[in-house]
Each structure stands twice: as C-alpha cells, then as structure tokens.
C-alpha cells in the first residue's frame, strides 16, 4: 500500500483510478497528469517504484492543491463569508444551521419540511 499526497492506495489498484482518488483530482486531472508523466492508465501501483511515486508526488504538489490545503481553502471561504456577514454565511453560522435549514440556495416554500417543523415548536 502507497501514499500519494496523503491519499492511500492499494497495490492491486490502476493507476487512472488509484489518482482519483486524491480530494481535488478528478478524471481530467488524472488524465493530464499521466500524459505529463508518460505513464499507462493501465499500470498497476505495485509495479512503480519509490521515485516513480516521488515524481508524481512532487508533479501534484507542484501544479494542484489536494486534500488537506484543499479543505483549508474552502473552511476559510466560509469564515470569510460569516465574518462579512453575508445571506450565505449567517445560514452557515449558527441559528439557521442549528434548524437543519438549507445552507445553498434550496427552497424551503415547499421542501425541507422537517426544518420548519422544528422552527414552529
């Protein structure tokens, strides 16, 4: 078992499907990714070695920003948008989310039956 970025994957796994795997690399990233480094879709992560995975390692690290720089980012979005005291951040912040009301634009004429119930009583 390796670790790439923080992110585990299995021997047996292909490459295509062990780089998705990573928070922040979708298909298209893994894709690219592979055609910079000139390697199959088909390997297996058993089959490369350390500096293999070095190089992809430092390939990631270079170009994107994956899982924990990646969750950071999007936390601070969220405290900058209650400190501002946007529509969006007071959903976030603490009344609204306590109520199980939607965070995202969602209607609650209609849905979200549950959360107005709770409001009610």
Not at 18 to 24: C, I, P, V
Not at 90 to 97: A, D, L, S
Request: proline residues 2%; positive net charge; hydrophobic residues 30%.
């Amino acid at each position: 078992m390796s670790y790439i970025s923080r992110a585990r994957s299995l021997p047996d796994e292909q490459v295509r499907i062990a780089s998705t795997k990573m928070d922040g690399i979708g298909p298209e990233k893994a894709i690219q990714l592979r055609y910079r480094l000139g390697i199959s879709g088909n390997i297996k992560m058993n089959e490369f070695t350390k500096y293999q995975i070095y190089q992809i390692e430092q390939m990631i690290v270079q170009d994107h920003v994956v899982n924990w720089e990646l969750k950071r980012g999007k936390r601070a979005d969220i405290e900058q948008l209650i400190s501002i005291s946007r529509y969006r951040g007071i959903r976030h912040r603490g009344i609204c989310h306590q109520y199980g009301l939607p965070l995202r634009g969602q209607r609650t004429h209609t849905n979200a039956r549950t959360a107005r119930k709770q409001i009610r009583k």
